[in-house]
């Protein structure tokens, strides 16, 4: 589906702003400045520091107090809870047996009533009689008039709906255009080119932890650092959008055969082959030989954790320089002239005819 201009601009703005990131306090101070405004929210202090994990810290001491009070409201509401139980329960006993003593007194009063209410009754059916030939003829009267009044209430009603309606549709005209040249959220790019990736907003300030991204191809990278750095260095080591070790990233060289193997991730664990390189990865792995052709040598290692359980790789040697190359090539090759027939894309070593390699 084709996204419409605005939105396709909205999404180049986004990346834009990811891609220039930087550590600029003043930027990211302008940005929240700017959003608050155009909520018609009051001006809040902008609190930054070093990392998320002390801006979480302070938020926490900032609830601390507010969470004591909850507790105690709500020890206070409980023991109001049982009180008002007990002096319900009490009362219900005492108006039951009040009930039941008044329960005589009341029946004989009720009967006495009876005999009263009987001759009354009586004589109200003969006044009803007469009353009601006299009352038709006045609801008649009456029903034309309100029919009339009926009548131009629901006309008065009708137009005025309908101005209402007119009004309403001219404010929300006026609001969606306000709101197009006035977006609250526009801010947040600014917010976001200053580093300003992690915040949280409370009741008189808004506390940020400055973040800076590194990525390639869209996804989280960084071969000298972490890829997401916060102020004080730290951060969150990535490789080509895999999350790993500052010690793959820093120091891939210490990686030794029993931390790749016990590695149960296996996005990890390719990441650390790359790192260490596939030639460095076979020898200390030991690799053993299972096919051996004038193209190439074809060697694997059983990896338990692997969703393959086994790593193939074929050993060639560039013949235009010398150079020695281990290729990872499908587990299901067997033999070495397959296995460097699978890397210039031929399924079936039959089709590989080379007539010059250079």
């Not at 004989?108 to 009754?121: G, L, N, S």
């Not at 005025?160 to 006026?174: D, P, S």
């Not at 009741?203 to 916060?230: C, F, T």
Request: proline content about 4%; charged content about 25%.
């Amino acid at each position: 589906m084709k996204l419409a201009a605005s939105s396709e601009k909205i999404i180049a703005d986004i990346r834009e702003a990811f891609a220039t990131s930087r550590f600029d306090e003043e930027l990211v101070r302008e940005g929240f400045a700017e959003h608050l405004a155009l909520l018609k929210l009051p001006a809040r202090k902008v609190v930054f520091h070093s990392n998320p994990a002390t801006a979480v810290l302070s938020i926490c001491k900032l609830a601390e107090p507010v969470a004591r009070g909850a507790m105690r409201d709500a020890a206070r509401a409980a023991a109001w809870d049982a009180a008002r139980a007990a002096a319900w329960d009490a009362a219900w006993a005492a108006a039951w047996d009040a009930a039941r003593a008044a329960a005589w007194a009341a029946a004989w009063d009720a009967a006495r009533a009876a005999a009263w209410d009987a001759a009354r009754a009586a004589a109200r059916d003969a006044a009803w009689d007469a009353a009601w030939d006299a009352a038709w003829d006045a609801a008649r009267d009456a029903a034309r008039a309100a029919a009339w009044d009926a009548a131009r209430d629901a006309a008065w009603d009708a137009a005025r709906a309908a101005a209402w309606a007119a009004a309403c549709a001219a404010a929300w005209a006026a609001a969606c255009a306000a709101a197009r040249s006035a977006n609250p959220f526009l801010p947040f790019l600014k917010i976001v080119r200053g580093g300003g990736l992690l915040f949280w907003v409370t009741s008189e300030s808004v506390h940020v932890a400055l973040a800076q991204i590194s990525a390639s191809a869209e996804r989280l990278h960084r071969d000298s650092g972490p890829a997401i750095e916060y102020p004080d260095g730290s951060g969150q080591w990535f490789w080509k959008g895999v999350r790993v070790t500052e010690q793959i990233i820093l120091r891939p060289q210490e990686l030794t055969a029993e931390q790749i193997l016990s590695e149960q991730n296996a996005e990890v664990r390719r990441v650390m082959i790359e790192r260490i390189g596939l030639e460095k990865f076979l020898a200390i792995m030991k690799a053993a030989r299972i096919h051996q052709h004038e193209r190439g040598e074809l060697y694997s290692i059983e990896l338990p954790n692997d969703p393959e359980c086994v790593l193939k790789a074929v050993h060639v040697v560039d013949p235009s320089t010398g150079r020695t190359y281990f290729l990872r090539v499908p587990p299901g090759i067997t033999r070495a002239d397959d296995a460097v027939a699978w890397t210039f894309g031929f399924d079936h070593v039959g089709d590989y005819r080379p007539l010059l390699e250079t």
